[in-house]
């Protein structure tokens, strides 16, 4: 480490070596991003989205609710790689950390929910009576 | 370089509005048939013969939204898979490039125009 000066401060570090890694995980979840939205793009087109009982079967469909946390994976991890370069560009000095931060936040408490959600729908008793769950 | 900043504007449209809205949606048919109806009265077409002013707005905002969204994901496909052409060494040549930006945007408008079409010819 040097004097403090911005040069000095990373000299002799090397690169991070993760751009590589980042570059090739934004290609894949975009392969997976090209399937699965396009399956849910095809869904909504298809569906009767005012009928919440039609919107409830096709989510409890088994192959559905799969497709679905895929699909909520592979976005939430793509959007998290876009989103941090956009930050990296334009987010500079201590305001980047936390930005980064709120960004990861973000990204796995939405993909999280996202899952749990999907689970929740898919795993509901069918006929819920009053009182029973 | 347009073709660049459209697709970084509409992925980050995709990957904040896009992404939250969906959450909403799935939230609301978690909850049950009067919350995923409280959701389609809020964005899409409130029922009610005494609709209040605050949905009057967010059925329109809602609309134009949803539009939106429609042109970010085209664009964003697109211009994406055109990325993913570049990726491999091709298209760079002058002519070749300028077309297929083009192309990107003008496909990117036109199933946009295509979807919203087709959706509007199911509702009529």
Same mark, same amino acid.
């Given at each position: 480490?040097?004097?403090?000066?911005?040069?000095?401060?990373?000299?002799?570090?090397?690169?991070?070596?993760?751009?590589?890694?980042?570059?090739?995980?934004?290609?894949?979840?975009?392969?997976?991003?090209?399937?699965?939205?396009?399956?849910?793009?095809?869904?909504?087109?298809?569906?009767? =989205?005012?009928?919440?009982?039609?919107?409830?079967?096709?989510?409890?469909?088994?192959?559905?609710?799969?497709?679905?946390?895929?699909?909520?994976?592979?976005?939430?991890?793509?959007?998290?790689?876009?989103?941090?370069?956009?930050?990296?560009?334009?987010?500079?000095?201590?305001?980047?950390? =936390?930005?980064?931060?709120?960004?990861?936040?973000?990204?796995?408490?939405?993909?999280?929910?996202?899952?749990?959600?999907?689970?929740?729908?898919?795993?509901?008793?069918?006929?819920?009576?009053?009182?029973?769950? | 370089?347009?073709?660049? @900043?459209?697709?970084?504007?509409?992925?980050?449209?995709?990957?904040?509005?896009?992404?939250?809205?969906?959450?909403?949606?799935?939230?609301? @048919?978690?909850?049950?048939?009067? +919350?995923?109806?409280?959701?389609? +009265?809020?964005?899409?077409?409130?029922?009610?013969?005494?609709?209040?002013?605050?949905?009057?707005?967010?059925?329109?905002?809602?609309?134009?939204?949803?539009?939106?969204?429609?042109?970010?994901?085209?664009?964003?496909?697109?211009?994406?898979?055109?990325?993913?052409?570049?990726?491999?060494?091709?298209?760079?040549?002058?002519?070749?490039?300028?077309?297929?930006?083009?192309?990107? @945007?003008?496909?990117?408008?036109?199933?946009?125009?295509?979807?919203?079409?087709?959706?509007?010819?199911?509702?009529?």
């Amino acid at each position: 480490m040097g004097d403090g000066s911005h040069l000095g401060k990373v000299r002799g570090l090397g690169s991070s070596g993760h751009g590589s890694q980042h570059w090739l995980q934004q290609r894949l979840t975009a392969l997976g991003n090209i399937l699965l939205v396009g399956f849910l793009f095809v869904s909504l087109i298809r569906l009767p =989205l005012g009928d919440h009982g039609a919107v409830l079967r096709w989510a409890t469909n088994p192959m559905v609710a799969l497709a679905l946390i895929l699909m909520v994976v592979s976005v939430f991890w793509h959007l998290r790689l876009g989103l941090q370069v956009l930050i990296e560009d334009y987010v500079h000095g201590p305001m980047r950390l =936390l930005a980064l931060v709120l960004l990861n936040f973000y990204a796995i408490g939405g993909a999280a929910y996202g899952i749990f959600t999907i689970a929740r729908i898919a795993l509901a008793p069918v006929v819920a009576g009053p009182g029973g769950m | 370089m347009a073709v660049s @900043i459209l697709h970084r504007a509409s992925g980050d449209g995709l990957a904040i509005v896009g992404a939250c809205l969906f959450l909403w949606w799935l939230g609301a @048919i978690a909850t049950g048939p009067e +919350a995923y109806a409280a959701f389609v +009265a809020c964005i899409w077409h409130d029922p009610s013969p005494e609709i209040t002013l605050f949905h009057q707005i967010t059925n329109i905002l809602g609309k134009v939204v949803l539009i939106g969204l429609t042109w970010a994901f085209f664009q964003h496909l697109f211009s994406g898979l055109r990325h993913l052409v570049l990726d491999t060494g091709a298209g760079y040549e002058l002519k070749t490039n300028k077309l297929w930006s083009t192309v990107v @945007i003008a496909a990117g408008v036109f199933a946009t125009a295509a979807t919203w079409l087709y959706i509007m010819a199911g509702a009529l």
